[in-house]
């Protein structure tokens, strides 16, 4: 095996377990946006978003890396505000729906 290939398959493993991990923070997102639709709260708080930014890069030892960490995070937790915006309307849509 090339150290190319020994380089892919160490990045298939990465990967794996990033879609696992993926999985687990959405699983939380769920709980976050049921606990936001229940308190009448916004998706977006850019203090906490600054906070995770902030606190999440620290994690990064490699300064080259850093910038490119904060664009990964902005990504996932865009998706993940997505994720709860979505869960939220369709819970609101079904409420609206649902007979009083």
């Not at 190319?4 to 377990?17: F, G, P, Y």
């Not at 687990?24 to 906490?48: C, E, G, H, T």
């Not at 904060?70 to 609101?92: L, T, W």
């Amino acid at each position: 095996m090339t150290k190319l290939e020994q380089a892919r398959e160490e990045i298939n493993k990465v990967d794996k377990m990033m879609a696992e991990l993926f999985e687990k923070r959405m699983n939380l997102v769920v709980q976050i946006a049921d606990y936001k639709k229940k308190n009448n709260m916004p998706v977006f708080d850019s203090s906490r978003e600054n906070q995770v930014v902030e606190r999440c890069t620290a994690y990064i030892k490699n300064p080259a890396f850093k910038s490119y960490y904060v664009k990964f995070i902005h990504g996932m937790m865009d998706i993940s505000k997505e994720y709860e915006q979505n869960r939220i309307d369709a819970a609101v849509s079904a409420d609206s729906q649902s007979p009083q």
